[in-house]
C-alpha cells in the first residue's frame, strides 16, 4: 500500500511538472478600447445534427464566453425552416445551414428554406443559395478529408472559411498517423513531432483549454493563395468557423457512440476564437434588425477574426484612403493616386502587423498600435494579420478582411459560347412522338401533349414513391435515331408546377458505352424559361468510360426527376414547349 502510495505520488509530480513545462502560455488579458466591432462565432453544430448540446445550452455557453452572437449550421439539405432569429441568453442566435454537396461542405446563411433538397454538384448548390438571396461559404477547403474539403475554386462562393479549428485537428491526427515507420527525428512536419503535440495538448487541455486548441490551429499556405487568387477578380469574404460539435469522433464512425468524448466543449471552443463584425449602428435588442445587421456585416466583409486563445479582446481597425475616399475592411475603393493603410490595433509590445497585397507582404514588422502605411496606386487587395513573435509556432492573431482598390473600369467578361449555327427540333409542337418515360416500380410517370394555344405542348408527370429511398426516379426520355447528326447541346423552354432541380442527361446506347450517363442538373421555374446545357459541360453518373460524352454513342435524352434533387413522395408537372438539339 505504501509502495502505491509512493508510486502514484511519483506519478502526480510527473505528470505536473510535465504540465508545468508543456503548458500553453496563459492568454493575454488586454484593456479593449471599443473599435465598434461585435464578437461572435460561425459554425456550431447543435443536437439537431452531430452536435452534442440543443440551441439554449450552447447560447449560454456563448454567453459565458464573452460572445454576442452565434451562428448555427447544422448539417442538412436547407429544406428545413432555419428558426427565426432570436436571443437566448444574452447571445444573439442565427440559423443556417451546412450543405453537402459532391464537392465538399457549403454553409448557406441568411435564407428561408428551400423548396427542395439542395444537393449534388456545388455548383449547383453555390447558385441555389444565390438564387434563395442566401450567403453562402465554402467550408473547410483544407480539410484533409475529401468528402468535407471544398473543391469548387470556380463556383461563385461569396466567402471562405480560412481557419477551422476542425480540420486543424484532423491534420495533426493525419500527420500522426501519417507512417508507422517515419523517422523518430521529433521534427517539424513528422509523425512523432505531431503525436508529441497532440499528446502534450490533451495533457494540458485540462488545464488551459482555449490557449491549447488555439495553439494547435494551423493555416493553409496553399489556402491563402486560393484566395489571394480569387481575390484578385472578385470580393470574397475570409472567415473564420469554429466547427463546433462539443464531440470528438475517435473512430471516424458517427453511429459509434462508444468512440465519441464530449470533447472540446462548446464553451472552451468559444474561448479559442471569436469573429468581430462592424454593424452599421449599435445593436438593439430586437433579434430580427440585429440579425440583418451582423448579416449585413458579415457579407460585406466588416469583419476580423481574432484568435482569443493569444489574447483578449481585441481591438482592431483598418482603412483605406485616397483621393476617392475612406473604406473599411470588406469595402471596394476606386483606384485614384496613392492609397495610404491605416492599422489600429491594441496588439500588445510583442506582437507584430504586417500588411498584406494579396499573397505578398507589402509592409511587415510594426510594433506601433497605430500606424499608415503608403501604397501605390495601383489596383491590389489588402490585408492585415498581427501575429505574437515571442513563442515557437507562429500564429496568427488578427486576420482582417481585404480592402479591394479597383479599376474603375469593369472588369472583363468571361467568353460566352458561340451561337448555335444549325439547330434540330426534338419536339414537333403538335404530339409527344418520340418520347416515352422510365420509371422505378415504386413511382409512376407519364407523358403526353397538352394542348395550348396553336399546338401543344410537352407535358410530364411525375409521382416518386415516398418512405424508404429505394432509388426512385421518373424519366421523361427522347430516344435519338441513329445516325443523328453530333449536336453538342441542348436547348428547351421549361416550366414546372414548383420550382426544383431536374437532371438533364445523355445516355449512352451503343459499344462500351452502353448505359453510361452523362448530367447536368438544371434549375426549373415556375416561370417559363429558356435553358441551354452544353454536352461538354455534363458531368458523369456513376463510373462512365469517358468523363464528356461522344454524341455518336448517343441514344437517349433524359429529363430526370430523382431523389437527389427532389424530395421523396414528391409529385408534380413539367411543361416543355421547345426542344432542339443544336450545334
Ligand atoms: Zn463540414
Ligand atoms: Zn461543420
Known amino acids: 500500500m505504501k509502495r502505491f502510495l509512493l508510486v502514484t505520488a511519483a506519478l502526480v509530480a510527473a505528470v505536473a511538472v510535465l504540465v508545468g513545462v508543456t503548458l500553453p502560455r496563459r492568454r493575454l488579458s488586454l484593456a479593449a478600447p471599443t473599435d465598434g466591432t461585435t464578437p461572435g462565432i460561425i459554425h456550431v453544430h447543435t443536437n439537431r445534427s452531430d452536435g452534442l448540446s440543443p440551441p439554449d445550452e450552447i447560447a449560454a455557453a456563448a454567453a459565458r464566453a464573452g460572445l454576442k452572437f452565434v451562428v448555427f449550421t447544422d448539417h442538412g439539405d436547407a429544406t428545413r425552416r432555419p428558426d427565426p432569429p432570436a436571443y437566448r441568453s444574452g447571445v ?46 465554402a467550408a473547410h477547403p483544407d480539410s484533409p478529408k475529401p468528402q468535407l474539403r471544398w473543391q469548387d475554386w470556380t463556383a461563385p462562393f461569396d466567402g471562405i472559411e480560412l481557419l477551422n479549428p476542425d480540420t486543424s485537428w484532423r491534420l495533426w491526427t493525419q500527420q500522426a498517423t501519417a507512417s508507422i515507420r517515419s523517422p523518430k527525428s521529433g521534427a517539424p512536419g ?32 496553399a489556402l491563402l493563395h486560393h484566395w489571394a487568387t480569387l481575390a484578385a477578380r472578385r470580393r470574397v469574404v475570409t472567415l473564420a468557423g469554429i466547427d463546433a460539435h462539443a464531440r470528438l469522433d ?63 479582446p481585441a481591438s482592431f481597425e483598418f482603412t483605406a484612403t485616397n483621393e476617392h475616399g475612406t473604406v473599411n475592411e470588406g469595402d471596394e475603393l476606386g483606384a485614384g493616386g496613392p492609397v495610404s493603410l491605416r492599422v489600429r490595433s491594441n496588439a500588445p509590445p510583442n506582437f507584430t502587423t504586417k500588411i498584406w497585397s494579396g499573397a505578398n507582404v507589402l509592409s511587415g514588422d510594426h510594433r506601433e498600435q497605430d500606424f499608415t502605411v503608403s501604397a501605390p496606386a495601383e489596383p491590389a487587395v489588402y490585408w492585415v494579420e498581427i501575429l505574437p513573435t515571442d513563442r515557437p509556432n507562429p500564429l496568427t492573431w488578427i486576420r482582417s478582411n481585404a480592402i479591394y482598390v479597383r479599376d474603375s473600369v469593369p472588369p472583363a467578361r468571361p467568353p460566352t459560347r458561340r451561337p448555335a449555327a444549325a439547330s434540330l427540333p426534338i419536339f414537333d409542337g403538335r404530339s409527344a412522338a418520340g ?59 421549361i416550366r414546372a408546377e414548383h420550382p426544383m432541380r431536374i437532371s438533364v442527361q445523355l445516355r449512352g446506347g451503343a459499344g462500351q458505352s452502353a448505359g453510361d450517363r452523362w448530367q447536368r442538373a438544371v434549375y426549373v421555374d415556375t416561370l417559363e424559361q429558356q435553358r441551354t446545357v452544353y454536352f461538354d459541360d455534363l458531368t458523369p453518373v456513376g463510373e462512365t468510360h469517358g468523363s464528356t460524352p461522344a454524341f455518336d454513342s448517343i441514344r437517349s435524352l433524359l429529363f430526370v426527376v430523382d431523389a437527389i434533387h427532389a424530395k421523396l413522395g414528391d409529385s408534380g408537372r413539367i411543361w416543355i414547349k421547345k426542344a432542339e438539339l443544336q450545334r
Open 92 to 137: 444573439l442566435c442565427l440559423d443556417g445551414v451546412e450543405i453537402s454537396t459532391t464537392g465538399g461542405h457549403y454553409i448557406a446563411l441568411d435564407m428561408p428554406a428551400s423548396p427542395y433538397p439542395l444537393r449534388g454538384e456545388p455548383r449547383d448548390v453555390v447558385e441555389d443559395v444565390r438564387r434563395l438571396g442566401g450567403f453562402g461559404i
Open 190 to 221: 513528422s509523425a512523432w513531432y505531431a503525436r508529441r503535440r497532440l499528446a502534450v495538448a490533451l495533457l494540458d487541455y485540462p488545464f488551459r483549454p482555449a490557449e491549447t486548441i488555439a495553439g494547435l490551429i494551423q493555416a493553409s499556405d
Open 250 to 312: 475517435l473512430r471516424d464512425d458517427p453511429g459509434d457512440s462508444r468512440s465519441v468524448l464530449p470533447l472540446p466543449g462548446y464553451e472552451p471552443s468559444f474561448g479559442v476564437m471569436s469573429i468581430h463584425v462592424r454593424p452599421d449602428r449599435a445593436l438593439s435588442g430586437g433579434a430580427s434588425a440585429d440579425a440583418a445587421m451582423v448579416m449585413r456585416a458579415i457579407r460585406g466583409g466588416h469583419s476580423y477574426t481574432a484568435i482569443d486563445g493569444i489574447a483578449s
Open 435 to 493: 418520347w416515352r418515360v422510365e420509371h422505378d416500380p415504386t413511382s409512376l410517370a407519364a407523358v403526353e401533349a397538352a394542348p395550348i394555344v396553336g399546338g401543344a405542348e410537352l407535358r410530364f408527370r411525375y409521382g416518386l414513391s415516398g418512405g424508404a429511398s429505394v432509388g426512385q426516379v421518373a424519366a421523361l426520355v427522347f430516344d435519338t435515331p441513329r445516325g443523328t447528326t453530333p449536336h453538342d447541346r441542348l436547348t428547351f423552354s
